[in-house]
C-alpha cells in the first residue's frame, strides 16, 4: 500500500504534528515550497518510492497518523542529498528521522535491519562487525592483511551506560 | 508655564484595536500643564490636523504631543500643520503608539494602555524643556553625478540634461551601455535590445549637458547635500582618446590574445580592444595587465603603435585625477550575475554544455560569437534538447534568499527565441519552483511560450550528471504527474539571479550609504522614499537597490532624476536643525568625536583662548546627521544633539520611571 491511498482515508492530526514540529526544534519545516530537489535526486526514489517532498507537505498538513506505521519512512537511506541541497534548508531527513522515532515510540513496527543494528550497538558498540571483503580480483581480506589497526571494541560497562542514556532520554 | 496639548491617534483601529485611546486621553488632562487632550480617528488627516491648529489658537497652546504612529511616518506632516498654525514646529514631539505599543502588544490589551500612558507621560514631560529651532539654508550646486553608464545611469543623466542641469556620468569600463548592451531581445516585447539602448547611447555622448568619463571611478566624496566634492580617478587607456578614431588596426596586429569578458568569455579578444561593437566612446583601450609591453615594462611588441595611423597609442599615459563639484549623487552601478560554479551539483564550469543565461544571450546575440546561432559549446552542434534550470543562486538560504524578479522571464524569453531559431526537431524543458510572470504584458508572454511547444516542469532536478560518452543527463521529479521524468538535454542553461555589484562595498563607504541585509543599497523607505537613499542628496537607481528588469531600471532612474532636480532646481536647499552644537567651554580637544563620525562632519580648530592655542571640535552643520554617536562618546559632555541632550533624555528617563516607583518598582 503506498502513503497516497493510506492518506486518502485520513483527516488531519494536528496533536501529533506538533509532537513531530517540536521533534523539529529549530529546522525550518514549514519553509519547504516544494521545489521537488529532493525527490529529484532522492536515492531511495528509484527502488523504494520515497518521495521526501511528499513526506514533508504530509507532515505540514498534519497527515501524521499512518506515517509512522508505513514502511516509506524506513527506505530513507540517509545519503543527506537532500540535505545539502535544500534550497530552505527544511531538510527532509530530519523529519524523516523524527517520523521513525515516534514509530519506535508508537512501538509501531521496525524493520528487521533496523532492529538488528541496534542489538548489534547494544552488543558490540558498533553499527556493523569488522567483517573480510572479496575484492575485484577474487582476493579475501580484512583488516590485519590490509595493515588497518583493530578495531577496538568498547569495555563491558558500556552496555550499561547507554541503556541508562536511553532511558534517560 | 507650558501650555500643552496632548492629541491621541486612533489610527483607524490600529492603535484604537488594542489600545484604549479614550482612558489614554482622560490620563494625560491629569498630566502637569496639560491645558487639554483629546483623541481622534485619524490625526495626519486634514480635520485631525485642523483640530491641532484650532487648539493652538484657542487653548494659546505652545507644546504639542502628539501619539501616534512612528516618527518616520508624519512627524514631519505634524510639524508643517504646528507651523502653519503659527508655532515653532520643533516644539512638537511624537510619541508612537503604534510601532511601539499597539502593534506588537495585540494580545496584551490592558498592559498596552498602561504602557501608552507611560509613553504619553515621558512625552509630556519632554515636551516642557524643547526649545525652539530654526531651519538653515545653504545654497547647492545645480551639477548632478552620476555614478554607472548601463541603462539606469543614462537614462537617468539624458533625463537631467534634457531639464538643463549639468551631469557627469562616470563608468568603470572602457564604454557605457553596462549589462543591456550584452542582451540580445528584451522581454516581454522581443525588441532588440542594441537597437533600443544605442541610440540613447550615442545621446550621451552628443549631449553638451553630459561630461562622459569612461575607464574610471569616484576615489573620493566630501562635503554634504548640495555640495559634494568629488574625485573622479581615470584609469590610463594607453590610447590617446582624442586622436583614436576606432579603426581597430591596432587590434589586428597585437598578438596576445585573452578571454573576451562582453563575450562572457566565450571568445577571445586582443590585449588591445574595443569595449563591444556598439560602445560608445568608440575607442581603444589596451589592458595593462595582458599587453606585453606594459606588463614586463620592458621595450617589446608595440606592434600596436607601429600600426596605429592617428598616432593615438601612448605607453606613458599616467592616472588622471579629475575633481569635481556637485549637488546631488544617483548610484546606477547595477548589479552582477551568480557565479554558477559556486552551485556545483549543477556542474557549471565541469561540463561545457552547461552555460549560463548570459552566456545563451551572447550566444544568441547577432554580434555575439556564433552570430546569433544557437550552438553547443562544447561541439559547436545544434542542440536537439534544451534544458532551462531556474532559481540559480536565487531563493536559495545557501547563497542568496531573494528572488532575482527577472530569471523567470529572461528565460521564458530565451525559450522562444530558440524555438524560432532552430524550430523543428527541438525539445524545449523548463525547470522551475514558481514561475513568475508579473509585470505588464508578462503573463502574456508566458501565454506565447507555452503556445510555442514549451514543456514546462513543475520542479528542479537535484545534479546533473555527464555519462561516459561525455552527454549530459539529469532526473527531476513533475510535481504535477507524480513522475520521475529523465531529461537527456545537449544544453542545460542555468536561469542565474542577480547578486549585488561587488563595487557596492566601496561605493557604500564612500557615500556612507547603508545596505540591506541582502547587500543591495538601502532605500531611504521601502514604500514612501524607494528612489533615496538615507543620507540627503544621494539617490538610488536600478539594480543597485534590488534586483530588476529595464522597464523597472528606466522608471526607477527617471524618477531619481526627478527626485535629483527637485533637491537643486531652486539654487537652494533648507537643512534639518535637528544636528550636534559644540559647547565650546567644554571641549578638551580629545577628539574622540572626530574619529567616532560616520560622516565626517567633525572638524577640529585651533582657537587662541586667553593667549593659549586651543584645540576645538567644530560641527559642519550641512553634514551632520544627527545621529548621536558623538553625544555618547564625549567625555565631558560638551557636544550634544539638539532636542536630545541630556537634559531632554533624562527628563524623559525620570518621567519613565515616576510612576513605577510611585508603584513600589511593580
Given amino acids: 500500500m503506498s502513503i497516497v491511498d493510506l492518506m486518502s482515508m485520513t483527516k488531519p492530526n494536528l496533536e501529533a504534528r506538533k509532537k513531530i514540529l517540536a521533534k523539529l526544534k529549530g529546522k525550518e519545516l514549514a519553509n519547504c515550497f516544494q521545489c521537488m530537489k529532493c525527490t529529484s535526486g532522492c536515492t531511495a526514489l528509484k527502488l523504494l518510492e520515497l518521495k521526501p517532498n511528499e513526506i514533508v507537505k504530509l507532515v505540514n498538513l498534519g497527515f501524521v497518523d499512518e506515517l509512522p506505521n508505513s514502511d516509506i519512512i524506513w527506505t530513507c537511506v540517509t545519503c543527506l542529498k537532500c540535505v545539502e541541497r535544500c534550497p530552505q534548508k527544511a531538510s527532509p531527513y530530519h523529519i524523516i528521522m523524527a517520523l521513525r522515532n515516534l514509530a519506535v515510540e508508537k512501538e509501531a513496527k521496525v524493520p528487521e535491519g533496523f532492529l538488528k543494528a541496534v542489538s548489534q550497538i547494544l552488543e558490540t558498540g558498533l553499527a556493523e562487525p569488522p567483517q573480510k571483503i572479496v575484492t575485484r580480483k577474487m582476493e579475501t581480506v580484512d583488516r590485519e592483511c590490509l595493515n588497518l589497526p583493530k578495531i577496538r571494541f568498547p569495555k563491558e560497562s558500556f552496555q550499561a551506560a547507554l541503556m541508562k542514556a536511553m532511558e534517560e532520554k | ?666
Fill in chain 2, 1 to 666: 508655564m507650558a501650555r500643552i496639548g496632548v492629541y491621541v491617534c486612533h489610527c483607524g483601529l490600529n492603535i484604537a484595536g488594542v489600545v484604549d485611546v479614550e482612558k489614554v486621553a482622560e490620563y494625560a488632562k491629569t498630566l502637569p500643564n496639560v491645558a487639554t487632550a483629546k483623541h481622534y480617528t485619524y490625526m495626519c488627516s486634514e480635520p485631525g490636523q485642523k483640530l491641532v491648529q484650532n487648539d493652538i489658537k484657542t487653548h494659546k497652546l505652545d507644546r504639542i504631543v502628539i501619539a501616534t504612529c512612528s516618527p518616520r511616518m508624519h512627524e514631519e506632516t505634524f510639524r508643517k500643520a504646528v507651523a502653519e498654525a503659527g508655532l515653532n514646529p520643533y516644539l512638537t514631539e511624537i510619541v508612537n503608539l503604534r510601532e511601539h505599543v499597539s502593534w506588537p502588544h495585540t494580545h496584551e490589551p490592558e498592559k498596552a494602555t498602561e504602557k501608552a500612558k507611560a509613553l504619553v507621560r515621558m512625552g509630556v514631560a519632554r515636551a516642557q524643556i524643547l526649545e525652539p529651532l530654526e531651519k538653515h539654508k545653504v545654497t547647492v550646486e545645480k551639477k548632478v553625478l552620476v555614478v554607472g553608464g548601463g541603462i539606469a545611469g543614462i537614462q537617468a543623466s539624458l533625463d537631467l540634461a534634457n531639464a538643463g542641469f549639468k551631469v557627469y556620468l562616470v563608468e568603470k569600463s572602457p564604454s557605457i551601455g553596462g549589462r543591456m548592451a550584452q542582451l540580445d531581445k528584451t522581454f516581454p516585447t522581443l525588441d532588440c535590445s542594441a537597437c533600443i539602448l544605442t541610440p540613447k547611447m550615442v545621446d550621451v555622448a552628443k549631449n553638451e549637458n553630459i561630461t562622459l568619463h569612461t575607464n574610471a571611478e569616484i576615489t573620493s566624496v566630501n562635503g554634504f547635500v548640495g555640495n559634494y566634492e568629488v574625485s573622479i580617478l581615470k584609469k590610463p587607456r594607453y590610447i590617446d582618446e582624442k586622436k583614436c578614431v576606432g579603426c581597430e588596426l591596432c587590434i589586428k596586429v597585437c598578438p596576445v590574445k585573452v578571454p573576451d569578458k562582453f563575450n562572457e568569455n566565450l571568445t577571445e579578444r586582443r590585449a588591445v580592444y574595443i569595449h563591444s561593437p556598439h560602445a560608445v566612446p568608440k575607442i581603444a583601450t589596451i589592458s595593462p595587465e595582458y599587453c606585453l609591453r606594459l606588463k614586463l615594462d620592458k621595450d617589446v611588441c608595440g606592434k600596436c603603435q607601429a600600426a596605429c595611423e592617428a598616432k593615438a597609442v601612448d605607453f606613458k599615459q599616467k592616472p588622471e585625477t579629475v575633481n569635481i563639484k556637485v549637488g546631488g549623487i544617483i548610484v546606477a552601478v547595477g548589479s552582477e550575475v551568480f557565479d554558477a560554479t559556486r552551485m556545483a551539483e549543477l556542474g557549471y564550469g565541469r561540463f561545457k554544455n552547461v552555460i549560463t543565461n548570459m552566456e545563451f544571450e551572447r550566444i544568441s546575440d547577432a554580434s555575439g560569437p556564433t552570430g546569433g546561432k544557437i550552438h553547443n559549446p562544447k561541439d559547436g552542434k545544434t542542440p536537439k534538447t534544451i534544458a532551462f534550470i531556474q532559481c540559480v543562486g536565487s531563493r536559495d538560504k545557501r547563497f542568496h534568499e531573494y528572488c532575482c524578479r527577472v530569471g523567470c522571464m529572461i528565460t521564458l524569453k530565451q525559450t522562444i527565441l530558440a524555438r524560432e531559431k532552430i524550430h523543428e526537431n527541438i525539445r524545449i524543458y523548463v525547470c522551475y519552483i514558481d514561475l513568475r510572470a508579473f509585470g505588464k504584458g508578462y503573463d502574456e508572454f508566458y501565454t506565447r511560450a507555452r503556445e510555442m511547444d514549451i514543456d514546462f516542469i513543475a520542479g528542479v532536478p537535484s545534479e546533473i550528471h555527464e555519462k561516459p560518452d561525455g552527454s549530459l543527463y539529469f532526473d527531476v521529479y513533475d510535481k504535477s504527474t507524480n513522475k520521475l521524468v529523465q531529461i537527456n538535454p545537449d544544453l542545460v542553461v542555468l536561469g542565474t539571479g542577480l547578486v549585488p555589484n561587488r563595487d557596492l562595498e566601496k561605493i557604500s563607504t564612500l557615500l556612507h550609504a547603508s545596505r540591506s541585509s541582502d547587500g543591495f543599497l538601502l532605500e531611504a523607505h521601502p514604500k514612501l522614499r524607494p528612489l533615496e537613499s538615507a543620507v540627503a542628496g544621494v539617490f538610488l537607481a536600478g539594480a543597485c537597490q534590488g534586483p530588476k528588469d529595464i522597464p523597472d531600471t528606466v522608471a526607477q532612474a527617471s524618477g531619481a532624476a526627478a527626485k535629483a532636480i527637485g533637491l537643486l532646481s531652486t539654487g537652494e536647499i533648507e537643512i534639518e536643525p535637528l544636528k550636534a552644537v559644540v559647547d565650546k567651554d567644554l571641549c578638551s580637544g580629545c577628539r574622540i568625536c572626530e574619529s567616532i563620525c560616520p560622516f565626517v562632519a567633525i572638524e577640529m580648530k585651533t582657537e587662541k583662548v586667553k593667549g593659549e592655542e586651543k584645540l576645538r571640535a567644530e560641527v559642519i552643520e550641512a553634514v551632520c546627521q544627527g545621529c548621536g554617536a558623538c553625544s555618547s562618546a564625549c567625555p565631558t559632555s560638551a557636544i550634544k544633539i539638539q532636542q536630545y541632550g541630556n537634559k531632554q533624555i533624562l527628563t524623559q528617563v525620570d518621567a519613565g520611571l515616576a510612576e513605577a516607583c510611585a508603584e513600589g518598582g511593580k
